[in-house]
């Protein structure tokens, strides 16, 4: 058999955009191992929220207003996206474990990055007139910090929610199925081409799967699939794994998680610290991110020992007590230049959809729908051709802020930690790692110039700096 669509990746994008092509009566396969070990998909609190992940950063290019409006209006759809999930599924179970989303203001952080992301987040929801109140501090439900890091300011906005992300893939999956579509529990290899047309995909089997169109959407792994493609392979952006780690915790009895989301801004390089209920007693605590040189599949003690000391210092004091039910491991797929890589890869038929960060599952209805109507010639008034993957890096911050942008994230990441450094050493600090990255960006290129947090862990990573440099070069 030819499928009219191959669809690599089991994650929420993948099995998203391969339900979505189902129900619209095309012959899909979808390719990829359901237990997503390490995926981020299955590691992720799955917050439908996108007010509460605005930055100040966010909004400082039009490539990440745009990433703001796709959040937006995929946040429009998820109640519809629920419902067509549960009819095709046969589950009626709820996917929704949180309603509201409270966002806390502490100062377990820096306030050149917590208080000017709270303001941002504050005055975005005003510019989009979005519902929200604000309340007080030492009266968010739930909270019991530890006085050294209590909230100082809160607000709620009521309709930002969190699904079941476990729940979610399984019902994808169903769906799926449900709706016509085929499953292959196996990895695909690589893809197969003859002239400029994508033909189908080769599983690690040696087994070949033939289609009219292919959709890698796996992730962090995606790329490897483009290995034998030497004329594009070196001119799409290059991915690194933000490796995370969450956990979830069983409560003490008598103990019941909060009803909303409770979460601080962005930080250091990474997202806030947050926790997600899932069931009355199941509380999903979150997140770290750290970039790594390849993806991770098992968490660091000292990753693991830092969430669960924030936890309990900035959440709730109590939960020393409640028990850790499991340690989950993402990687989160972050492209050299920070944003997407979705459409058409240079070859007729061949797709590529992901490098979402942290938006992906949010984004997963939008990027179906999207995915789909590209793939059948359909009008769609969403414009994301500034993230087709092959392409020069997209600037988000100035090349003039970057290097000062990258330096009050690594303050930040001490503070977190909170580290006590004598006032005299912070100038020495501050001048050392200034001229150290001012190095690596002008060593990179004279014009290209990576996100802060590529340029922090670049200089720690060669690996790294070597494929940023491999991919500048292809554009230089």
Known sequence: ?????????????????????????????RVGETDRTNAASKAAGAMNGCFGEVTSGLLASGHGRLKLAMDIQAKGMWPQWAQRLAQASGSQQELLTARGTHVILNSAGMAEIDSINYEAIEQTLRDYQEPFSNVSPGGVEWVKANDLVRPLQALLIPDENAVDSHLLLEKLDAALLGSGGEIINKNAHVVLTEGRVATGVMLENGEEIAGSHVVVAAGVQSLAMFDTLDDIKDRIPPMFAGYGVSILVQLKPGQITPSTVIRTPNRAFACGLHCVPRSPELLYLGATNILAEKPRSHALISDVQFLLDCAVDQLNLDLHDAEVVSIQVGNRPIPADGFPLVGQCGYDGLWLATGTYRDGLHQSPLLAAWMADQIQGVPNSLDLSCFAPVRKPLQGLPRSNTVAETVKQMFATGYEYRWNIKPYWMPLLDKGMTENYTALIESLHTQFTPPPELVAFSYLYRSMYDRLARYYEAWS
Do not use: H, K, P
């Not at 669509?5 to 998203?16: F, K, Q």
């Open 1 to 29: 058999m030819i499928y009219d669509v191959i669809v690599v990746g089991s994650g929420a994008i993948g099995g998203s955009i391969a339900f979505e092509l189902a129900t619209r009566g095309l012959r899909v396969c």
